[in-house]
């Protein structure tokens, strides 16, 4: 396997350097002002020089916001987790009258995880939305929705193979609340197809308020109806 790569790398090379004419690219467009860093001018008649050194500020200046972010993020996630580690004691009293003490998390572990949790990981595709939102008068950019997207793709498909991976071999593994998992799959499901019908039905390539709002409201109603279904498993029919 190992001239594979290298002559790989070299039928690729030679593919790609077909479609330059000149040393330049025919399909190339100009770079647009960004929301954050803006675009150096000129951006015509440059020496090679200067286009590897504005390339290398560029690359500092994109490490540096992304070690920002990690920061921010590693920081979320730890006070996350002290939140809902919180335990609380409650009195009980055995059969023979005798009191104990247990101790119970304050959050419930179905609502902490469609909440704090899952904000906390997802943070950096919010935040990445909301700047390009913003930056861009309202309008989708070409990063926020294929983030989060990809990132929904990304959960979908490899963090389960990796889970189903994980398991040694001659084991079995359950899911515990399987009520909370269906409810989370109908839901799921619904916003795959909700999203659709707000892009592509009731106003193409547009969000009105109305919709906004609409599916807003849809997440407490996803909290709230797990919540029932892990707290009150009787109500489908499980002793």
Known sequence: ????????????????????????????????????????????????????????VYLIALCYMFFGVSIVADRFMAAIEVITSQEREVKMRKITGEPYTILIRVWNETVSNLTLMALGSSAPEILLSVVEIFGNNFEAGELGPSTIVGSAAFNLFVIIAFCIFAIPSGQVRRIQREYVFWVTVVWSTF??????LILCVFSPNEVEVWEGLLTFIFFPLTVISAYVADSYPKLFGRR
């Open 1 to 56: 396997m190992g001239p594979t790569l290298p002559l790989l790398a070299v039928i690729l090379l030679t593919i790609g350097a077909e479609g330059f004419e000149n040393g330049t690219c025919p399909q190339s467009k100009p770079c647009s002002p960004g929301v954050i860093l803006p675009v150096w001018q000129p951006q015509s008649e440059l020496q090679e020089c200067s286009i590897i050194f504005r390339a290398v």
């Open 191 to 196: 916003a795959y197809i909700w999203l659709y």
